[in-house]
């Protein structure tokens, strides 16, 4: 059915969404990342990029926030750009994990040690088949040029957030290490882990982020710069892991009550795919236990719950003025 409503309506919603969900205090910043514990945990964005690249944004929406486990997203659609989607399939796998985002049990308990893009385990995978092989500064190149893409703009890494999480994530050492036991990493597991590590620290924005998902929305054509950056058989792949997997152990309660496909980073930024219709972004610091941000949460599903919109429905929004 077809749900008509201006942008002026739209944009009135979104702001609603803002006003509602400003005052919570719940959650808690991410405080294994000594950088992210001190970040302003009032700031809050919410933005909605539709398929004519129309950007609704309200809030802190120019406010460049650690990406964070978001770039997997990004580094997962390289990575399916390079390989195709039947060999990361085969090379990192596509199964939803059940587990926290950093899950050593996760990669031991499946025989064959298969992940999905999404999770940390897959993620360092993913860095680790990113072409050029061996070559760090290309495949780094790749990799923010592909961000850049996808955002419509580039997104510059955050200096002291890289150097916090650098020296902090020996859970992500293992991990790269025991992948490489289990012939899971395609080149060196210290490289894969620096690269992984340094497009995690990349700054981003609400808005970006929202681009990002619209074009993903959109079958790979980005429509704030105009340009198909994937090719459309590719949409419905990365939407399926965002799906299955965009919310860690809470992706099943996430896509039941929310009704669109989502992925969150510890930053407090969550990308949201309607395929077809839009992209929508929201970033607030405070965390729920599962790492994914309680505001961004709030407001997304405020917004899905009063559009009537599902992505298992039949329901689309036609933009009218
Ligand atoms: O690997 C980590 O722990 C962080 N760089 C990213 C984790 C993350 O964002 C999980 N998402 N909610």
């Known amino acids: 059915m077809d749900n008509k409503i201006s942008l002026t309506q739209l944009k009135e919603l979104v702001t609603e969404a803002h006003e509602q969900f400003k005052g919570n205090t719940d959650g808690a910043n ?8 001190n970040i302003n945990k009032d700031l809050f964005a919410i933005s909605i990029c539709l398929m004519d690249g129309e950007v609704i944004n309200i809030g802190d929406t120019n406010y460049a926030f650690g990406i964070e486990s978001v ?6 659609i390289l990575a399916l750009r390079q390989y195709g989607a039947d060999k990361l399939l085969e090379l990192i796998g596509a199964d939803a994990t059940g587990l926290p985002f950093n899950s050593i049990m996760a990669i031991l308990l499946e025989s064959d040690h298969p992940s999905t893009p999404l999770v940390n385990s897959g993620a360092i995978s993913a860095c680790s088949m990113i072409m050029p092989i061996g070559d760090s500064d290309a495949k780094w190149k790749a990799i923010v040029d592909n961000i850049a893409e996808l955002c419509g703009s580039e997104t510059p890494l955050i200096g002291e957030l890289y150097k916090s999480e650098s020296a902090t994530n020996f859970n992500n050492k293992s991990i790269a290490w025991l992948l490489k036991n289990y012939n899971r990493i395609y080149d060196d597991p210290d490289l894969a882990l620096d690269l992984y590590t340094r497009q995690c620290s990349l700054g981003v924005t609400s808005e970006q982020l929202a681009i990002t998902a619209a074009t993903i929305a959109n079958d790979g054509y980005n429509p704030v710069s105009k340009k198909q950056v994937f090719k459309a058989s590719l949409s419905p792949k990365i939407t399926s892991l965002i799906s299955t997997v965009g919310f860690y ?21 969550v990308l949201g795919v309607l395929p077809g219709q839009f992209g929508i972004a929201a970033f607030a610091p405070p965390l729920d236990g599962a790492g994914n941000s309680v505001k961004a949460q709030l407001a997304i599903k405020y917004i899905m719950n009063k559009l009537n919109l599902n992505v298992f429905g039949g329901n689309r929004i036609i933009i009218e003025d």
Do not use: N, R
């Open 71 to 76: 770039s997997k997203v990004h580094t997962a």
């Open 30 to 37: 991410a405080d294994y990342i000594p950088y992210l514990a």
């Open 249 to 269: 152990e809470h992706s099943g309660d996430w896509l039941y009550s929310s009704g669109i496909p989502a992925k969150s980073g510890v930053g407090g930024g």
